[in-house]
């Protein structure tokens, strides 16, 4: 008995690096493998392997920056296995461009704008794709693979506000009022949060009181999130 048996499962950037590692054990585990993949020989290669191996899998070419390449690849695996159950978003360019190795303020533009499309994007897009497969099935489960760069520090003082729902309107309507009116029942400071409430805490992360506090993020929501 294998871990993933029956379940099909897509890995996104499956054809090289650690996502090659995922689909091959996936396999192992009983998983139908669909290996969604840019370079389709490393995707057939793979889906190869699984296949000599025992196992079952596809190989689906797809560039996961691009809707049309992700929804066909999804039709693929749902034609081919009869549904999707698993989605890891994998693919990323982070590590093979330059980005990766200079300072924030020499990173080309369009270098950030092709790991947006990939890294960001490409998340959503399959997502998307996969989506109603697995409301079809009554569920499924999705890994995004991160970073654990992001919970490293920097040499300045960055950090979060993040207010709850806020009056912003200068002129709100019944119907913005009312939904602004609703959030204070999920809050445990009973009143609607206005943008007041957040001036001092932006206030306080740029003032020299705050000089020794970085890569936090500070909730502003009246006590709606609690932790
Ligand atoms: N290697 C590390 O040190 C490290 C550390 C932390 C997180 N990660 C994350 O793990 C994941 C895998 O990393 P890796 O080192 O194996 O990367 P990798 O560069 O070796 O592999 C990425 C894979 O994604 C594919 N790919 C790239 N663009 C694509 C696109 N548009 N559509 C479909 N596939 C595409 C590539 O062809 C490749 O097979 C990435 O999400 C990466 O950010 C890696």
């Given at each position: 008995m294998g871990q993933l048996d029956g379940k099909t499962v897509v890995v996104t950037g499956g054809g090289h690096g650690?996502?090659?590692?995922?689909?091959?054990?996936?396999?192992?585990?009983?998983?139908?493998?669909?290996v969604a993949e840019l370079d389709e020989a490393a995707a057939r290669d793979v889906a190869d392997n699984i296949e000599r191996a025992g196992g079952e899998a596809l190989a689906a070419p797809t560039d996961v920056a691009?809707?049309?390449?992700?929804?066909?690849?999804?039709?693929?695996?749902?034609?081919?296995?009869?549904?999707?159950?698993g989605l890891v978003n994998n693919a990323a360019i982070f590590s093979t461009i330059p980005i990766a190795r200079v300072g924030?303020?020499?990173i080309d533009e369009?270098?950030?704008?092709?790991?947006?499309?990939?890294?960001?994007?490409?998340?959503w897009l399959c997502c998307r794709a996969v989506v109603p497969a697995m409301r079809r099935r009554g569920g499924g489960s999705i890994v995004n693979i991160a970073s654990a760069t992001v919970f490293n520090g920097t040499p300045i003082r960055v950090n979060a506000i993040a207010p709850g729902n806020t009056l912003s309107e200068e002129n709100p309507s019944l119907e913005i009022l009312r939904m602004r009116e609703a959030a204070v029942a999920a809050r445990s400071l009973k009143r609607v949060q206005r943008p007041d409430d957040i001036v001092g805490s932006v206030l306080f992360m740029l003032?020299?009181?705050?000089?020794?506090?970085?890569?936090?993020?500070?909730?502003?929501?009246?006590?709606?999130?609690?932790?």
């Amino acid at each position: 008995m294998g871990q993933l048996d029956g379940k099909t499962v897509v890995v996104t950037g499956g054809g090289h690096g650690i996502g090659r590692a995922y689909s091959e054990r996936f396999g192992r585990e009983g998983a139908r493998v669909v290996v969604a993949e840019l370079d389709e020989a490393a995707a057939r290669d793979v889906a190869d392997n699984i296949e000599r191996a025992g196992g079952e899998a596809l190989a689906a070419p797809t560039d996961v920056a691009s809707w049309s390449s992700a929804q066909a690849m999804a039709e693929r695996a749902v034609e081919r296995f009869g549904g999707i159950d698993g989605l890891v978003n994998n693919a990323a360019i982070f590590s093979t461009i330059p980005i990766a190795r200079v300072g924030f303020e020499q990173i080309d533009e369009g270098e950030w704008d092709r790991v947006m499309e990939v890294n960001v994007k490409g998340v959503w897009l399959c997502c998307r794709a996969v989506v109603p497969a697995m409301r079809r099935r009554g569920g499924g489960s999705i890994v995004n693979i991160a970073s654990a760069t992001v919970f490293n520090g920097t040499p300045i003082r960055v950090n979060a506000i993040a207010p709850g729902n806020t009056l912003s309107e200068e002129n709100p309507s019944l119907e913005i009022l009312r939904m602004r009116e609703a959030a204070v029942a999920a809050r445990s400071l009973k009143r609607v949060q206005r943008p007041d409430d957040i001036v001092g805490s932006v206030l306080f992360m740029l003032s020299d009181a705050a000089a020794f506090i970085t890569g936090q993020t500070l909730l502003v929501d009246g006590g709606t999130a609690l932790h």
